[in-house]
């Protein structure tokens, strides 16, 4: 504002004149709204004709909430906020504004509810910028091949199932299988990649999460790890745009050129989140009293996972979706959404779980569509036809049961599905490096493992890894470089490998 210099009072009238024409003065409408019924955290409002699909509301105490529904005559509005102190008769605003996150470094370490709100005890987010929760997927045109591999360290996996950067791939299994255990060791692997982690947590219990932060720290890299949080205490508003706000956090880094993979803990909970909102607001009920836009819900979330073209950055956005079984009925509902929306599933069967077998992943059901054009050359040279032999073995092991004598052919492929049945099972948080997984897989293939018991293939396992450190230090860099080695290589692999399990003390089972 200029400030009015002394003079003669028609100059100082002159002046003043002049800043009243200049200012907009003229009526100005609000429009305000009323609460008009409120429950479990839904609010149904009236008086607010103009507010628009998913636009953020303000209530007279400070609460917030989106538009979920819009009716002839009012709103569904879930609210964000502890809904105790919003009551009927209270006014409410809108905002012009849909619900948006922080973006950009500051989140990388921290563990936060989906508005970006710390929960760890650390200071306020300085975000890079505020990002919509609800953006479009990546067009056609603006998308790239996948055929870059997400290591995870899981020899199953990526010896079997091998998932890309930019891939959408569902782990699925009953309540306490190792769903998220598998997820959080594909996270602990990228501590020696250039891929940013973001997991969200959604109506998961907090002694849970906390074991996934606790891990992740301990074992991982949790300074390029993101923990977004959504308890079963938080409103549902909360938890419904949990998964959301976990893209939009991940999207800054893809769409910097980076590289980013999200899991959503669990989308089970996330749909039956849905289904009370969709209820409380008056939609129709369908199958399972799910609403009918629920496979459009996840869709449009998972469709936003992709590789980027080079024109765009050539980032990527991968999604380990997980989702939870009742009784091993992968034909339900949500489940087969899900499947019929991801790139593959990884299965996971409560027998094998119940029998040690950790990870229990069920080869026989488990896909990736994505698979052996992400896979790196060596590894996939070197697992060749092991999913079948594997698959093989269990029918051989399963007709063996009656009694029969095998034929000694058939008996050395069942001792030798034995022991690939033992590599396949792994510690928690212990993932494997690309150069460990080909030595294993490759001294399997070749008969090196043989002559050892089956029990002594986990501390084989456990030894190999300081073996090939210390033997052959420049192949491990070399594989992960080039993801191919050439005959003189692999042979001093095998040698190294050979050396060890001649080290091997009998009887040295862990």
Same mark, same amino acid.
């Given at each position: 504002?200029?400030?009015?210099?002394?003079?003669?009072?028609?100059?100082?009238?002159?002046?003043?004149?002049?800043?009243?024409?200049?200012?907009?003065?003229?009526?100005?409408?609000?429009?305000?709204? #009323?609460?008009?019924?409120?429950?479990?955290?839904? +609010?149904?409002?009236?008086?607010?004709?103009?507010?628009?699909?998913?636009?953020?509301?303000?209530?007279?105490?400070?609460?917030?909430?989106?538009?979920?529904?819009?009716?002839?005559?009012?709103?569904?509005?879930?609210? =964000?906020?502890?809904?105790?102190?919003?009551?009927?008769?209270?006014?409410?605003?809108?905002?012009? @504004?849909?619900?948006?996150?922080?973006?950009?470094?500051?989140?990388?370490?921290?563990?936060?509810? /989906?508005?970006?709100?710390?929960?760890?005890?650390?200071?306020?987010?300085?975000?890079?910028?505020?990002?919509?929760?609800?953006?479009?997927?990546?067009?056609?045109?603006?998308?790239?091949?996948?055929?870059?591999?997400?290591?995870?360290?899981?020899? +199953?996996?990526?010896?079997?199932?091998?998932?890309?950067?930019?891939?959408?791939?569902?782990?699925?299994?009953?309540?306490?299988?190792?769903?998220?255990? =598998?997820?959080?060791?594909?996270?602990?692997?990228?501590?020696?990649?250039?891929?940013?982690?973001?997991?969200?947590?959604?109506?998961?219990?907090?002694?849970?999460?906390?074991?996934?932060?606790?891990?992740?720290? #301990?074992?991982?890299?949790?300074?390029?790890?993101?923990?977004?949080?959504? &308890?079963?205490?938080?409103?549902?508003?909360?938890?419904?745009?949990?998964?959301?706000? *976990?893209?939009?956090?991940?999207?800054?880094? #893809?769409?910097?050129?980076?590289?980013?993979?999200?899991?959503?803990?669990?989308?089970?909970?996330?749909?039956?989140?849905?289904?009370?909102?969709?209820?409380?607001?008056?939609? /129709?009920?369908?199958?399972?009293?799910? /609403?009918?836009?629920?496979?459009?819900?996840?869709?449009?979330?998972?469709?936003?996972?992709?590789?980027?073209?080079?024109?765009?950055?050539?980032? &990527?956005?991968? +999604?380990?979706?997980?989702?939870?079984?009742?009784? *091993?009925?992968?034909?339900?509902?949500?489940?087969?959404? =899900?499947?019929?929306?991801?790139?593959?599933?990884?299965?996971?069967?409560?027998?094998?779980?119940?029998?040690?077998?950790?990870?229990?992943?069920?080869? *026989?059901?488990?896909?990736?569509?994505?698979?052996?054009?992400?896979?790196?050359?060596?590894?996939?040279?070197?697992?060749?036809?092991?999913?079948?032999?594997?698959?093989?073995?269990? @029918?051989?092991?399963?007709?063996? #049961?009656?009694?029969?004598?095998?034929?000694?052919?058939?008996?050395?492929?069942?001792?030798?599905?034995?022991?690939?049945?033992?590599?396949?099972?792994?510690?928690?948080?212990?993932? =494997?490096?690309?150069?460990?997984?080909?030595?294993?897989?490759?001294?399997?293939? @070749?008969?090196?493992?043989?002559?050892?018991?089956?029990?002594?293939?986990?501390?084989?396992?456990?030894?190999?890894?300081?073996?090939?450190?210390?033997?052959?230090?420049?192949?491990?860099?070399?594989?992960?470089?080039?993801?191919?080695?050439?005959?003189?290589?692999?042979? +001093?692999?095998?040698?190294?490998?050979?050396?060890?399990?001649?080290?091997?003390?009998?009887?040295?089972?862990?």
């Amino acid at each position: 504002m200029k400030t009015i210099m002394p003079g003669s009072p028609e100059d100082w009238l002159t002046q003043a004149q002049s800043c009243i024409t200049r200012a907009n003065l003229g009526p100005r409408v609000d429009a305000i709204g #009323r609460v008009e019924s409120i429950g479990d955290g839904v +609010a149904m409002v009236s008086g607010l004709p103009d507010a628009r699909l998913d636009e953020l509301l303000y209530f007279a105490r400070g609460q917030t909430g989106f538009v979920h529904t819009l009716d002839r005559d009012r709103i569904g509005c879930v609210l =964000l906020d502890d809904a105790a102190q919003v009551e009927a008769g209270d006014t409410v605003t809108g905002s012009g @504004e849909v619900v948006r996150v922080p973006v950009g470094e500051a989140l990388l370490g921290r563990v936060v509810d /989906p508005l970006g709100r710390p929960l760890d005890g650390g200071a306020p987010i300085r975000a890079r910028r505020f990002d919509p929760v609800e953006r479009p997927a990546p067009a056609i045109i603006e998308r790239d091949l996948v055929v870059q591999p997400v290591q995870t360290g899981t020899l +199953a996996i990526d010896a079997m199932f091998a998932i890309g950067r930019g891939q959408r791939e569902l782990i699925l299994g009953d309540r306490a299988t190792g769903k998220t255990a =598998l997820a959080v060791d594909t996270i602990i692997n990228q501590r020696t990649s250039d891929m940013i982690c973001v997991y969200v947590a959604i109506g998961q219990k907090s002694s849970a999460v906390a074991r996934v932060v606790d891990q992740v720290r #301990r074992h991982g890299a949790p300074d390029r790890t993101i923990f977004v949080v959504a &308890s079963p205490a938080a409103a549902p508003g909360l938890q419904w745009i949990a998964p959301f706000a *976990g893209f939009t956090m991940a999207e800054y880094f #893809r769409d910097g050129g980076g590289h980013a993979v999200v899991v959503l803990d669990d989308l089970t909970k996330h749909a039956a989140t849905h289904r009370e909102i969709a209820l409380l607001t008056g939609q /129709p009920p369908g199958r399972e009293a799910y /609403p009918g836009d629920v496979f459009f819900l996840h869709s449009r979330l998972l469709e936003r996972a992709a590789r980027l073209s080079t024109e765009k950055g050539g980032g &990527s956005l991968t +999604a380990l979706p997980i989702a939870e079984t009742d009784a *091993g009925n992968v034909s339900a509902y949500i489940p087969t959404n =899900l499947i019929s929306i991801t790139d593959g599933q990884i299965i996971l069967d409560a027998k094998l779980f119940a029998q040690g077998h950790k990870p229990a992943i069920d080869v *026989g059901t488990s896909v990736s569509r994505v698979g052996g054009k992400t896979q790196l050359r060596v590894l996939r040279d070197a697992s060749g036809t092991m999913r079948l032999d594997y698959a093989q073995f269990l @029918e051989l092991e399963m007709f063996t #049961r009656f009694g029969e004598q095998p034929e000694p052919r058939v008996r050395a492929q069942i001792e030798r599905g034995k022991r690939l049945r033992a590599l396949l099972v792994q510690p928690l948080s212990s993932p =494997l490096r690309v150069v460990d997984q080909v030595a294993l897989v490759v001294a399997l293939g @070749e008969g090196l493992l043989d002559g050892m018991a089956v029990s002594e293939i986990s501390s084989l396992r456990t030894r190999l890894p300081a073996w090939i450190d210390d033997h052959v230090p420049d192949l491990c860099a070399q594989i992960e470089r080039t993801g191919q080695i050439d005959t003189a290589q692999r042979s +001093a692999l095998m040698t190294t490998v050979k050396a060890l399990i001649e080290s091997q003390p009998a009887g040295s089972a862990s």
